[in-house]
């Protein structure tokens, strides 16, 4: 029924287009024939195949039928085309011609084991042959009579060739006998002997480059002692006995704490600890650079660093300071009473701006302290005066407590209080001597000569015109009290003495009676007399009296005369221009001159301590840094910094040379002093 | 005696958290702290400095560790080697 369908359609399909060779267009067809007819199984299969393009034969090819005589399209179009076919010669087995070949397949096997017969047989093999070949067309022709004749006759020809396929053994032509034999196997037993390990012990180590300089280093230090050893008995005599005095050292230290060894650590972690804590302190004191200076006309600031103090020390008034030479953040502060009624012990405490938190070394003495001074060549000595008149050198190397050397009643202490000390040179004898001033109107003279201190008086402080008749006609002079003195830089015999008349003298270390001059300086007490450090002619000098002065040694009066409201207590000058110094006054209030910016005024008047309750008594500059330090009253003492136009130097003008150095400053002074000197001069004139 | 005075103070200063004192193999002879917390500084600590030291003297033998300050967010520890000894302070810095 389908296929008449088909037809049908066809036919319908080739009638407009009957006899035309043109291929047709079966989109158009297909789309019609959807139309129409939707249903069709077969006519939509045929209507794809005639949409393919892959058409072997075109769709509308007529076919001549015999049945209607009639050309009549091809219905049902063959895909497929055979392009080549070959026959294969393969038989089915079981067929009559795959048993006949296979017959014939086997016969020919059998041939081939007889034809491996040896030479011997070759007869027998040929006949063999022979009767094969018999017997297979006898086979053959058997075969095709009958089937199981065939298979008989094949089994036949086949038993045969076997057996005498067996008998022909191979043989070589040796008689092989393989023969073993086993011995007996002795048993085994094992035996064993352990030794006990030697102890191990692992060790590891990087060779480093330190560690190869230490050994070189130890070794170089064991030649050394070795060449030592080598040297004349007289010595190894004392060697023995440092060595005996060594083990007995070294055994105490063994008895005693092994925290001890840690003290250096802790040193070192107490101050990185406090620098911790104060560190905007530090940073303040390392960087910090006032800019607001630039606005303030040439004004300065003091800014406060840091503060020091020692709970011991709070009853007692600072009553001296001193920057230690060599090491330039340990200075020594001296703690006394200057009361004349509240007379205490005193405290001599040395400080290091690394550690504001606690003294380095602390001594404490019986009677207050009132002036000291470190030894410029042994930075670890330090001369002290006490206001009982005694006076002491203690030792900082020296972990004693105590000083080194003292004076006493004997040796010819003072019989008032020691105002100040300075170290000298070391006299011919190579002995450390130093001078003391004191109110007792006596410039002694104190030379450490085999472990004690031996005194000479240098000068006494005769009063002019105070010659008394005593009793028994004999003449007592009065002596004036020093307070102060200064040696020159330069001039080793030239020193000034300050009295509590107000009077200064100009002496010589050879006169011993007289003075070289007399200036009458002050209408009280001189507190502090000092020569500038660069110029070799002028000093200051401070005093109760409410001013400050600068004199030229070789004129009577006085340069300049600055007053600063208040009893000045200190003036120092700074170690880095010779135009610059600071006085502080009991009103607490610090004042700082730059003779070369402002004559008459002080560049910087700060207030330092609290006015009413305290008072200033000491000022110092820090020879490095731009710090000065100035104790009170309480026993505190504060630490300021210089604001840059405190500390500036001259600018000199560009394309010029930035001079520096010590004739600088001296001809700076120069200048202004000839500034005040000539109208002087003709003044005098 | 000044050293065990020097030790108080470092312990009874501002900010000072703890103090911890190791010997040369890393062993805390004096410490503020509970045990396991000091050992563990110990112990870490020691081999810190002991790496650091060695960089020291390998970039120049004749030089040598002085101090070692680690600061972090919390606080700051300092490491002052010795000879034989070894101090830790934990600060917490003033800020």
């Known amino acids: 029924m389908p296929a008449k369908a088909a037809e049908r359609h066809r036919q319908g399909q080739s009638g407009p287009s009957g006899g035309k060779a043109v291929p047709p267009r079966p989109a158009k067809a297909v789309s019609k024939k959807r139309d129409e007819d939707v249903s069709t199984e077969a006519g939509e299969g045929v209507d794809e195949w005639a949409a393919a393009k892959t058409l072997v034969k075109p769709p509308d090819q007529l076919e001549l039928t015999e049945a209607e005589r009639a050309y009549k399209p091809i219905s049902y179009v063959d895909q497929m085309a055979i392009h080549f076919s070959l026959n294969g010669n393969m038989i089915l087995k079981d067929s009559d011609e795959g048993r006949r070949q296979s017959i014939k397949l086997s016969a020919a096997a059998k041939k081939a084991p007889v034809e491996t017969f040896a030479v011997t047989s070759e007869e027998a093999e040929i006949k063999g042959e022979e009767s094969t070949e018999n017997t297979q067309p006898a086979g053959e022709e058997e075969a095709e009579r009958s089937g199981t004749a065939e298979v008989a006759e094949a089994a036949e020809v086949e038993e045969p060739p076997p057996p005498s396929v067996k008998e022909q053994k191979l043989a070589n032509q040796f008689n092989f006998i393989e023969r073993a034999s086993r011995t007996l196997n002795n048993p085994m037993r094992e035996r064993a002997c352990q030794s006990e390990p030697t102890p191990c012990k692992n060790f590891s180590a990087t060779a480093n480059q330190w560690k190869i300089y230490d050994a070189y280093v130890e070794e170089l230090q064991k030649m050394e002692r070795s060449k030592e050893k080598e040297k004349p008995k007289a010595q190894i005599a004392k060697r023995e006995e440092e060595k005996k005095k060594g083990r007995k050292l070294t055994s105490l230290e063994s008895q005693s704490d092994d925290i001890n060894k840690i003290s250096k650590a802790a040193k070192i972690m107490e101050r990185m600890v406090n620098q911790n804590t104060f560190d905007d302190i530090a940073q303040d004191f390392k960087y910090f650079e006032d800019a607001s200076d630039e606005y303030r006309d040439q004004q300065g600031t003091l800014l406060p660093l840091w503060k020091f103090q020692y709970d011991k020390t709070k009853r007692l008034a600072v009553t001296a300071i001193s920057w230690n030479p060599k090491y330039k953040d340990l200075f020594a502060v001296g703690y006394g009473s200057y009361d004349f009624m509240k007379q205490g012990q005193g405290m001599l405490l040395l400080y290091t701006m690394k550690n504001p938190s606690f003294p380095e070394y602390v001594f404490s003495s019986e009677s207050g302290i009132m002036c000291l001074d470190f030894h410029n060549d042994h930075p670890y000595l330090v001369a002290v005066g006490f206001y009982d008149g005694n006076v002491a050198i203690y030792n900082l190397k020296k972990a004693t407590y105590q000083p080194s050397y003292k004076s006493s009643a004997k040796s010819g202490k003072h019989t008032e209080p020691v105002w100040q000390v300075k170290w000298q040179k070391d006299d011919m004898d190579n002995n450390l001597n130093f001078f003391s001033v004191s109110s007792d109107g006596r410039i002694v003279s104190w030379t450490l000569v085999k472990n004690e201190l031996v005194h000479t008086d240098v000068i006494k402080l005769s009063v002019e015109g105070t010659t008394m008749q005593g009793p028994e006609g004999l003449q007592l002079q009065m002596l004036g009290c020093g307070t102060s003195f200064d040696f020159h830089k330069k001039i080793d015999y030239l020193f000034l003495v300050g009295t509590e008349e107000g009077r200064i003298y100009k002496c010589s270390k050879c006169y011993s009676s007289q003075f070289l001059d007399v200036f009458e300086a002050h209408h009280m007490a001189v507190d502090s007399v000092s020569w500038n450090p660069y110029h070799l002619k002028v000093f200051i000098s401070c005093s109760s009296d409410w001013t400050v002065k600068i004199w030229d040694h070789t004129i009577k009066a006085p340069m300049f005369v600055y007053d600063l409201n208040s009893a000045v207590g200190d003036v120092a000058w700074s170690p880095y221009s010779s135009t610059v110094f600071a006085a502080v006054t009991t009103d607490g209030k610090a004042h700082v001159f730059d003779l070369n910016i402002n004559k008459y005024e002080a560049l910087c008047t700060q207030l330092v301590v609290a006015k009413k309750k305290n008072k200033i008594t000491h000022i110092q500059f820090n020879p490095v840094y731009p710090v000065v330090i100035i104790g009170d009253e309480r026993g505190h003492v504060i630490s300021l910094k210089l604001s840059p136009n405190l500390h500036r130097m001259p600018k000199e003008k560009k394309g010029q040379e930035v001079k520096k150095g010590p004739e600088v400053e001296i001809a700076k002074l120069e200048k202004l002093l000839n500034l005040v000197r000539e109208p002087e001069s003709k003044a005098g004139k | ?95």
Do not use: W
Not at chain 2, 1 to 10: G, M, N, S, Y
Not at chain 2, 48 to 66: C, F
């Open chain 2, 1 to 95: 005696a000044e050293v065990e005075e020097t030790l108080k103070r470092i312990q009874a200063h501002k900010g000072v958290a703890a103090t911890i004192v190791i010997n040369a193999e890393g062993i805390p002879i004096r410490t503020t702290l509970d045990n396991s917390t000091t050992v563990q500084y110990a112990g870490l600590l020691h081999q810190l400095t002991m790496k650091a030291r060695s960089t020291v003297r390998d970039i120049d033998p004749q030089n040598d560790l002085t101090f070692l300050r680690i600061r972090s967010k919390k606080h700051e520890i300092m490491v002052a080697p010795d000879k034989e000894y070894l101090l830790i302070v934990i600060q917490n810095p003033c800020e």
